[in-house]
C-alpha cells in the first residue's frame, strides 16, 4: 500500500542482501513498517550475517570475512594477538589486493598498540581505517562510498582537554564542511556559503581562502600557502555544544586549513567557541608530486600530523598514506591510523589529573 518512492504504509516490508560477500556467507537487512500514526511512521530493523563455522578452513571465504572478525574483537587490546592471527589470515586468502594491503598495515599497526599496552601505556581512542578518493578531470577530491575497513583499540579517556584529538581529522571536516577534500576553486580571495549537507543539517557554512604566505613546522617551512576557512555554527545551538550528542558537533566552530604546494595540508587549527583550541601540524611527508598542487593525492604520498598543544606525556598522531591507485590516476585507496596515547602507566595518568584544574 501507499504511494510514492518510499511508501510509509502498515505491514510494507523491504530485504536487502549484501551481495559483494563472500561465496558461503550471506546477510539479511530487513525493514517493516510496523504502524503509522499523526504522519510517523514506526520501522524495525532486523540485521543478520551468516558465516559458515568451517570459514577458517573454507576456502571459498575470503579476506573481508577474517578482517571483519578482526575488527569485532580488537577495540580490547587485550585480543591484540587474536586480531592479528585473523589478519594474517586474510593475508594469506589475498582475495584482493586492498584488503591484503590493509591487513598488512593492521598487523603491524596491532603489534605497535600491543607494545603500549605492554610498556602499561595509557590507551585512548585509536584506530586504522581505509577510505577511498576520487577525482575529477580537474583534481578535485571527494570520498568515494565504496566500502572501507576499520579496527583498532578504542579506549576512551576522562579528560575535556583531550577532545583536542577532534583536531586531529585531516580529511574529516573538509569532506563534512565543504563536500570536498580539496577543490580547485579554493584561490586567494575565494568565498562561499552553503548549507551543509550532512548528519549536522541547518547548518551554514562560510567558506574564505586567503593567501597565507610561510608557514613554519616541524616537517619544515613552506612558502605561498593558502588558508581555507570554515565557520560553521548549528541553527538554533547556543553555547557550549560542540561536544554534546556523542559528539555530533563537532565539525562546528571555526577550522582553518593550511595548504602548501606540492605538499597538501601544513596545518589545521581548530577553534570550538572560546572553550577549546587545538593546531595540528604536519611533522613528516612523503610526496612525488611537481606540479604545485595543493592537494597532491598520488600512489605513495604519505602524511604525518602530531597535535602540539597537548601536555608532553600526550601522543595524538596521525598518518595517512595512498597506498595504490587505479591507472587513470581518478581513485587512490588510502591508509589512515590514528594513534592516542598518554605515554605513562594508568596510575600517573589519574594522578596527573588530579593536578588539573575542575574545569578540565
Known amino acids: 500500500g501507499g504511494e510514492g518512492y518510499f511508501p510509509l504504509y502498515k505491514d510494507n516490508s523491504w530485504?536487502?542482501?549484501?551481495?559483494?560477500?563472500?561465496?558461503?556467507c550471506n546477510s539479511e537487512n530487513k525493514y517493516r513498517c510496523e504502524h503509522v500514526e499523526d504522519n510517523i511512521a514506526y520501522i524495525s530493523n532486523y540485521f543478520r550475517e551468516n558465516i559458515p563455522s568451517?570459514?577458517?578452513?573454507?576456502?571459498?571465504?575470503?579476506?573481508?570475512?577474517?578482517?571483519?572478525?578482526?575488527s569485532d574483537i580488537s577495540s580490547d587490546i587485550k585480543n591484540a594477538d587474536e586480531t592479528i592471527r585473523l589478519l594474517k589470515l586474510a593475508v594469506q586468502r589475498a582475495s584482493s589486493a586492498d584488503s591484503t594491503s590493509f591487513?598488512?598495515?593492521?598487523?603491524?599497526?596491532?603489534?605497535?598498540?600491543?607494545?603500549?599496552?605492554?610498556?602499561?601505556?595509557?590507551?585512548?581512542?585509536?584506530?586504522?581505517?581505509?577510505?577511498?578518493?576520487?577525482?575529477?578531470?580537474?583534481?578535485?577530491?571527494?570520498?568515494?562510498?565504496?566500502?572501507?575497513?576499520?579496527?583498532?583499540?578504542?579506549?576512551?579517556?576522562?579528560?575535556f582537554e583531550e577532545n583536542k584529538i577532534f583536531g586531529v581529522k585531516i580529511f574529516r571536516y573538509l569532506r563534512e564542511l565543504s563536500g570536498y577534500i580539496y577543490n580547485p576553486k579554493w584561490v586567494d580571495g575565494y568565498r562561499e556559503e552553503?548549507?551543509?549537507?550532512?548528519?549536522?543539517?541547518k547548518t551554514i557554512v562560510k567558506i574564505a581562502v586567503d593567501n597565507a604566505g610561510t608557514i613554519t613546522t616541524k616537517a619544515g617551512t613552506f612558502?605561498?600557502?593558502?588558508?581555507?576557512?570554515f565557520d560553521a555554527e548549528f541553527e538554533g545551538k547556543?553555547?557550549?555544544?560542540?561536544?554534546?550528542?556523542?559528539?555530533?558537533?563537532?565539525?562546528?566552530?571555526?577550522?582553518?586549513?593550511?595548504?602548501?604546494?606540492?605538499?597538501?595540508?601544513?596545518?589545521?587549527?581548530?577553534k570550538w567557541g572560546n572553550i577549546l583550541s587545538s593546531s595540528c601540524e604536519l611533522?613528516?611527508?612523503e610526496n612525488v608530486s611537481t606540479n604545485g598542487s595543493y592537494m597532491p593525492i598520488y600512489a605513495g604520498s604519505k602524511w604525518v600530523y602530531d597535535e602540539v598543544t597537548l601536555e608532553e606525556k600526550y601522543r595524538a598522531r596521525l598518518s595517512m598514506e595512498v597506498k595504490n591507485a587505479l591507472p587513470n590516476g581518478r581513485k587512490y585507496f588510502i591508509v589512515t591510523e590514528q594513534d592516542f596515547i598518554f605515554c605513562d602507566t594508568e596510575e600517573n595518568y589519574e594522578n596527573f589529573k588530579k593536578t588539573l584544574s575542575a574545569d578540565n
Open 15 to 24: 530485504s536487502y542482501a549484501n551481495v559483494f560477500l563472500d561465496s558461503g
Open 54 to 70: 568451517d570459514y577458517e578452513i573454507n576456502p571459498e571465504v575470503g579476506s573481508d570475512i577474517f578482517i571483519s572478525k578482526a
Open 103 to 159: 591487513a598488512l598495515e593492521a598487523i603491524e599497526y596491532m603489534k605497535k598498540q600491543k607494545q603500549y599496552y605492554s610498556d602499561n601505556w595509557r590507551l585512548l581512542p585509536s584506530s586504522i581505517s581505509t577510505s577511498y578518493v576520487i577525482s575529477d578531470k580537474d583534481r578535485a577530491f571527494k570520498n568515494s562510498p565504496d566500502y572501507s575497513y576499520s579496527l583498532g583499540p578504542y579506549r576512551f579517556g576522562t579528560r
Open 194 to 201: 552553503r548549507v551543509a549537507d550532512n548528519y549536522l543539517g
Open 223 to 229: 612558502e605561498n600557502c593558502i588558508c581555507v576557512s
Open 238 to 270: 547556543t553555547g557550549q555544544y560542540y561536544f554534546d550528542d556523542n559528539y555530533n558537533y563537532v565539525p562546528c566552530g571555526v577550522k582553518k586549513y593550511y595548504f602548501a604546494p606540492d605538499v597538501g595540508v601544513v596545518k589545521l587549527d581548530c
Open 283 to 285: 611533522t613528516q611527508y
